[in-house]
């Protein structure tokens, strides 16, 4: 039943085509303050000589990195209104993300269901993180779980 809310239910925290985004351009120290962060260690990710001599010819973000932010766009989103609670994340990498890039960032919901058990929506999304050369870095699905603030 993708695309529509239960009969009689009016969404409170998500509808149905909502999008929201973010753009962010990913520089060098970010890839290397960023991995070092989480003990990611990964050459490509602070030896930019190492780097330039890889297939990428740059140094490379870490998929951490850029599945971070995306994911984190939803938290930050809904929780200015509500309380969202990640459920699932879906993630495929597709190029990899070189310092330098700006990445537009997008969510869009494509169903919510309210489970009164929950009291709140399980708010199904897809996602994309788009490089300034309009190529898809990055795409994913996401279930969440919205509910009213306090």
């Known amino acids: ?4 809310h239960p ?8 509808r149905i085509g ?16 960023f991995a070092a962060s989480v003990e990611d260690f990964n050459p490509l990710h602070h030896d ?10 740059a140094l490379t973000a870490s998929g951490t990195h850029t599945a971070s932010l995306l994911m984190a766009l939803t938290a930050t989103h809904y929780s200015q209104r509500a309380q969202p609670l ?11 993300v070189l310092a330098g890039d700006t990445l537009t960032m ?6 919510i269901e309210f489970k009164p058990k929950l009291d709140g929506e399980l708010v199904s999304l897809v996602g994309e993180a788009i490089n300034q050369r309009g190529e898809v870095a990055l795409s ?10 306090g």
Do not use: Q
């Open 1 to 4: 039943m993708s695309g529509v």
């Open 86 to 96: 990640g459920l699932d994340f879906t993630l495929r990498f597709r190029k990899a």
């Open 7 to 14: 009969p009689g239910h009016v969404p409170r925290n998500a």
């Open 18 to 33: 909502e999008t929201f985004g973010r753009t962010v351009t990913i520089g060098a120290d970010d890839i290397r303050r």
């Open 140 to 149: 994913a699905t996401s279930l969440l779980l919205v509910t009213d603030k």
């Open 48 to 57: 930019a000589d190492y780097a330039a001599r890889s297939r990428f010819g």
């Open 106 to 111: 997008r969510w869009t919901v494509t169903r």
